[in-house]
């Protein structure tokens, strides 16, 4: 009678200890709304919510990306940690269930041929932790936080492997450009060699202006080579973005690149929904909180029922067969284990602090990669107006100083150095281009565009 009380006392106690709230509830971290630093009025519509085949309309450029997130070996790798970490999260809730284990024997002994045993048992075995103070709650909880960890790293994979396969498109397209704009200026550079010739033949120019226009047309020459490797490359460089092995990269024209979009990059607070790597930095505290509570519930009882049934059978004198069963109940109190349980919930709630620094530090730096993207756009494009102008400047010098040249009116220092600046001014003008069309797309990954977002997102 006693030991009824006794352990109906225990378990009376440890139900008005389960009913207290033992756990405060998860909180989302607030987001700071001064992480931008733009004189832009603060606007929910944001760029990142745009698909990345409504941004990028080069049929060639869509075809590249839809083959990087099919093939690219990165993507396929964090598509199996993602599998990986779905398993353990549902083995974490099958910790709920009981556990039931099965047995069968069979012994068979004989004597001198004179005493002779048989013996059959087959009994079964269950098990189950009732979770009163949420242990295993909350390493259910961790586990799935680990799960949108890891989802979220996969956005974050997704949406890189969206702005490099963009990036390395134009860089390749604009390297195209740039050879051709070498290729013609090669040509022009070679008339030049032949009318310095021709000038010297009349006592226009000395060989000194021959001599000079020839070093200017083999410096294009040999540029013009470390631009066909530049583009080999960089071709390299994407087929291994999608998965495949060295070849061409089927593509457009760097002149057809349009990016018109409203730079809309919304509010602060969006990044947590957007931004993969914000997401992931938030699921980070969701895990180290759980796992403190995991930590602060070692120091409470563990509950656990215990029940053994099954049926024996044994062939010997005076033995019949017979069931037999058997249920416990037991409650284990950790009371001394040399401060483990203390250490391991200091250590979990300093990981906790620093998840929640990680997190903090992820939204300063997005912000920061918000405001110089968009402020490397503006001056991007007030460079670009004036380069063009400087190009268009720079080709009626070239055409005035041949023209003087001719008439015996000019040098030919003016005429080569004309040619000069042309050519680096088109070649500038051509990066200012890839600039811009970067500034975009590292705006659009910036925000956290690119990822697939489920279908509720999009309504």
């Given at each position: 009678?006693?030991?009824k009380?006794?352990?109906?006392?225990?378990?009376?106690?440890?139900l008005i200890l389960?009913s207290?709230?033992?756990?405060?509830p998860?909180k989302t971290?607030?987001v700071n709304?001064?992480?931008?630093?733009t004189?832009?009025?603060?606007?929910?519509?944001?760029m990142?919510?745009?698909?990345w085949?409504?941004?990028?309309?080069d049929?060639?450029?869509?075809?590249?990306?839809?083959?990087?997130?099919?093939?690219n070996?990165?993507?396929?790798?964090v598509?199996?940690?993602?599998?990986?970490a779905?398993?353990?999260?549902?083995?974490?809730?099958?910790?709920?269930?009981?556990t039931?284990?099965?047995?069968?024997?069979?012994?068979?002994s004989?004597?001198?041929?004179m005493?002779h045993?048989?013996?059959?048992?087959?009994?079964?075995?269950?098990s189950?932790?009732?979770?009163?103070?949420?242990?295993?709650?909350?390493?259910k909880?961790?586990?799935?936080a680990?799960?949108?960890?890891?989802?979220?790293?996969k956005?974050?994979?997704?949406?890189?492997?969206v702005?490099?396969?963009?990036s390395?498109?134009?860089?390749?397209?604009?390297?195209?450009?740039?050879l051709?704009?070498?290729e013609?200026?090669?040509?022009?550079?070679?008339?030049?060699?032949n009318?310095?010739?021709a000038?010297?033949?009349?006592?226009?120019?000395?060989?000194a202006?021959v001599?000079?226009?020839q070093?200017?047309y083999y410096?294009?020459k040999a540029?013009?080579e470390?631009?066909?490797?530049?583009i080999?490359?960089?071709?390299?460089?994407?087929?291994l973005l999608?998965?495949?092995p060295?070849?061409e990269?089927?593509?457009?024209?760097?002149d057809?690149?349009?990016?018109?979009v409203?730079?809309?990059?919304?509010i602060?607070?969006q990044l947590?929904?957007?931004r993969?790597d914000?997401?992931?930095a938030?699921?980070?505290?969701?895990?180290a909180?759980a796992?403190?509570?995991?930590?602060?519930?070692?120091f409470?009882?563990?509950f656990t029922?215990t029940?053994?049934?099954?049926?024996?059978?044994g062939?010997?004198?005076g033995?019949?067969p017979?069931?037999?069963?058997?249920f416990?109940?037991?409650?284990?109190q950790?009371?001394?284990?040399?401060?483990?349980?203390?250490?391991?919930?200091?250590i979990?709630k300093?990981?906790?602090?620093?998840?929640?620094?990680a997190f903090?530090k992820?939204?300063v730096?997005?912000?920061?990669?918000?405001?110089?993207?968009l402020?490397?756009y503006?001056?991007?494009?007030?460079?670009?107006?004036?380069?063009?102008?400087q190009?268009?400047?720079l080709l009626?010098?070239?055409?005035y100083?041949?023209?003087?040249?001719i008439?015996?009116?000019?040098?030919?220092?003016?005429?080569l150095?004309?040619?000069?600046?042309?050519?680096?001014?088109?070649?500038?003008?051509?990066?200012?281009?890839?600039?811009?069309?970067?500034?975009?797309?590292n705006?659009?990954?910036?925000?956290?565009?690119?990822?697939?977002?489920p279908a509720?997102?999009?309504?």
């Amino acid at each position: 009678m006693i030991n009824k009380r006794n352990i109906i006392g225990v378990l009376a106690m440890t139900l008005i200890l389960a009913s207290c709230n033992i756990y405060k509830p998860y909180k989302t971290p607030e987001v700071n709304t001064d992480v931008y630093r733009t004189d832009q009025p603060a606007d929910t519509v944001n760029m990142a919510l745009r698909p990345w085949q409504e941004l990028f309309t080069d049929p060639a450029l869509r075809s590249l990306i839809d083959s990087a997130l099919a093939n690219n070996f990165d993507y396929r790798t964090v598509m199996l940690k993602v599998t990986e970490a779905n398993a353990a999260f549902s083995q974490s809730r099958a910790s709920f269930f009981p556990t039931l284990n099965l047995s069968a024997q069979e012994n068979i002994s004989t004597i001198q041929d004179m005493h002779h045993t048989e013996d059959y048992n087959l009994s079964a075995n269950a098990s189950w932790e009732i979770d009163i103070f949420g242990r295993l709650r909350s390493a259910k909880r961790a586990a799935k936080a680990a799960l949108y960890q890891s989802i979220a790293y996969k956005r974050a994979v997704e949406t890189q492997m969206v702005s490099s396969v963009a990036s390395g498109y134009y860089t390749l397209l604009s390297l195209d450009k740039q050879l051709q704009i070498s290729e013609q200026t090669l040509v022009i550079w070679e008339e030049t060699v032949n009318t310095m010739k021709a000038l010297k033949e009349t006592g226009g120019v000395n060989e000194a202006a021959v001599v000079q226009s020839q070093a200017n047309y083999y410096s294009v020459k040999a540029s013009i080579e470390d631009l066909r490797y530049n583009i080999r490359a960089s071709e390299n460089a994407l087929r291994l973005l999608i998965g495949k092995p060295a070849g061409e990269i089927t593509r457009g024209s760097f002149d057809d690149q349009k990016l018109d979009v409203d730079l809309q990059i919304g509010i602060p607070s969006q990044l947590l929904a957007n931004r993969p790597d914000v997401q992931q930095a938030e699921a980070g505290v969701r895990y180290a909180f759980a796992k403190t509570n995991v930590a602060r519930a070692a120091f409470y009882p563990k509950f656990t029922i215990t029940a053994t049934g099954g049926y024996a059978n044994g062939v010997t004198v005076g033995n019949t067969p017979r069931f037999f069963g058997n249920f416990v109940g037991g409650l284990l109190q950790p009371i001394f284990n040399a401060g483990v349980n203390r250490a391991n919930l200091r250590i979990a709630k300093a990981q906790q602090e620093e998840a929640l620094l990680a997190f903090e530090k992820s939204l300063v730096t997005a912000g920061i990669e918000v405001s110089n993207t968009l402020y490397n756009y503006s001056t991007t494009a007030s460079k670009l107006e004036a380069r063009k102008q400087q190009v268009d400047a720079l080709l009626k010098s070239s055409d005035y100083t041949n023209e003087l040249l001719i008439a015996g009116e000019a040098t030919y220092l003016e005429v080569l150095t004309a040619q000069q600046s042309l050519l680096s001014a088109q070649l500038s003008y051509i990066n200012d281009q890839l600039s811009q069309l970067n500034n975009v797309v590292n705006l659009y990954h910036a925000l956290g565009g690119g990822w697939e977002r489920p279908a509720e997102d999009k309504k």
